[in-house]
């Protein structure tokens, strides 16, 4: 417990509000820490300063009545450390956003999807302060305030810029400390990929086959996945390709990987990946991050990515319209 | 012209009158030959008996007035050739439908789309009688003898058995006499991978992108294929990765033919594939013959098919109620 010392009591500002920025702010903020959270909607600020964070859990369901929120991340001025959950589809923000927030010794933890995060942060503020984090949890927000947990909740920390540092196990530890599962990555450019292993395909074909679903059917759960001949083997086609493109790359993924993500799926139930919720609400989805900067990544390193390519593109013109037309490069 | 002597008053049968079926049939009917359309529905019968066959077309429409109409193929009897214009979704009906039509001497021609179609014949029937044509024109069937005729028309023959015989030139004669731009190619195999070269990615493709077009819009056509920047990189890909897998199957396509098919593509205009339309009327689609059978054919050979692979799961999930649930083996 040693590190109590070195982050005596940091100030921590949370940009993005949403499902994953409220989680895991709530839970620093519900054991005491000094939280301040950026809410940019007037009514979503109302809402949390009169009713605080609500997260809602079948096992262990909090709530934090006293919030500190605020309009401008001027008015929260710098911070030790800076927790970014914005998606990453609203990244050119940030650009805006983290400057009054960042002091000399300031980091700043993304715990955005995909790849391109840290390199974002880093271009802007420098490589030596940016960490990522992955969340693999399951939440969803239900109204202003309000965040439903549905499992899971860990959190695995890196550094951007090489190996773990002693910051590196203070952030992890000051996580634990505040009832979340963290760990420390060595290699975080291998934990984004091993994380990819599951979104790219899961994610992807939950929403191309919501897509092309009848009219009035439901949503394509990751359950209906493994319960469709051709759904199953085309995620675990796509699955295994990742896994060969993240090896090529220099990510040294165990044979057995896909086997477990399976497995693991089966167990979850029938779960509605945040993208899929995403899109069916008319709200962007993290296409570059998780499908496009992936896809070039493993192309320009001479990986086979067909699969990929192809689900990249159908969902590239599926999003066209919701990502505003915006335009990807193509390698 | 030697081969009028050969084949002096055909007795041809047409099994599968619909757009195909009906515009070659009615070719060689207007020009006097002797043919027999089966015609299974009464009420198709009847419209046919009354008006004839009617090909609409902006440059040489016509209308045949006395056709000889038939509800099995035992009132045809015994032909000398047999077009085979069914979908190839209704395959199994053929077992029961031809042996009334074969005598010692009768050939099969089939005229439907993909692979597998000969071989099923050959199987049955015999392969000596095999005979495959591949049919490059845009038809459109759009009331009970009415058939629009929207482009091209040229037909290419080949023996299903080896190299083409005196009677595949006489064959491909008879329709030139019947004003059919007919030819005999030497290698049926690799005039059918030919032709899946567009139409495993363009039949593809459309139907994909129509499936998850927003609700209310128009289908997706070649032409808005080539308008999309995610579309038409998607189906170059595609239509490159079955020309590698063809010639990985011992057809020597040239380098240059996926850039001509774009080309030819573009001077169409907007078309929407009769797979396309098939699917947005609720009839199956040749799911097997044009992308079942070529994928498992070239994964068999050890082709990178991972663009292929994840269109045929896609569209097999996306037809699955449409074909009745049918399985399609996996590799």
Known sequence: MRSTHRLPNLRIAVVGTGAVGGYYGAKL???GRDVHFLIRSEQERAAVRRFGLQIKSRKDGFRVARINVHATTAEIGPCDLVLIALKATANDALTDLLPPLIGPETLL???QNGLGNEEFLAERFGPHRVLGGLCFVCLHKTAPGVIEHQGYGNLALGEFSGYPLPRTHDIAWEFKRCGVT????AD?????WRKLVWNIPFNGVTLLATA???PDAPP???ADILADDALAYLTRRLMDEVIAAARKLGHPIPADFADLQFKRTAEMGAYLPSTLLDHLAGRPIELDAIWGKPYRQA????AEVGRLETCYQ??????ASANNGSRHPIP
Do not use: K
């Not at 975080?188 to 984004?192: G, M, Q, T």
């Not at 192309?299 to 001479?302: D, Q, T």
């Open 212 to 214: 092309q679903r009848p």
């Open 29 to 31: 903020a519900y054991y």
């Open 182 to 185: 963290a760990r420390v990555v």
């Open 314 to 319: 159908l969902l590239r013109r599926l999003t």
């Open 299 to 302: 192309y320009n390193a001479g």
């Open 109 to 111: 933890l993304t715990l």
């Open 188 to 192: 975080l450019a291998e934990a984004r």
């Open 220 to 222: 394509v759960s990751t």
